[in-house]
């Protein structure tokens, strides 16, 4: 089995910061893309930043410039450093990464970490 654990969300004024992370646990024998998504209320999930084992990026339109994808991959972990914060960034933001363990190769997701942008 094999888990995501977020962490790094809060509430944070306009034009300000957050970090996120997400660690990957348990029976890995390698990691593929990895990815930020978010979900807003009312909203469906839509995918964020993408990160290839490599190293190679993707990002939506309306965070290029001010979200930055990393991943560690010595720590199977993945970072989403999110600069200029707007309110339209507010939602429930949720790792992804598709895992090959021992039997098989599928995609996981964390539980999700809220990130609210209010004065």
């Known amino acids: 089995q094999v888990q995501l654990v977020e962490s790094g969300g809060g509430l944070v004024q306009p034009g300000g910061s957050l970090r996120l992370s997400c660690a990957a646990s348990?029976?890995?024998?390698?990691?593929?893309?990895m990815g930020w998504y978010r979900q807003a209320p009312g909203k469906q999930r839509e995918s964020v930043a993408v990160?290839?084992?490599?190293?190679?990026?993707n990002y939506a339109d309306s965070v290029k410039e001010r979200f930055t994808i990393s991943r560690d991959n010595a720590k199977n972990t993945v970072y989403l450093q999110m600069n200029s914060l707007k309110p339209e960034d507010t939602a429930v933001y949720y790792c992804?990464?598709?895992?090959?363990?021992?039997?098989?190769?599928?995609?996981?997701w964390g539980q999700g970490t809220q990130v609210t942008v209010s004065s």
């Open positions: 992804n990464a598709n895992v090959k363990t021992d039997y098989e190769v599928r995609g996981y």
């Open positions: 348990g029976r890995i024998f390698s990691i593929y893309t």
């Open positions: 990160i290839a084992s490599g190293g190679h990026t």
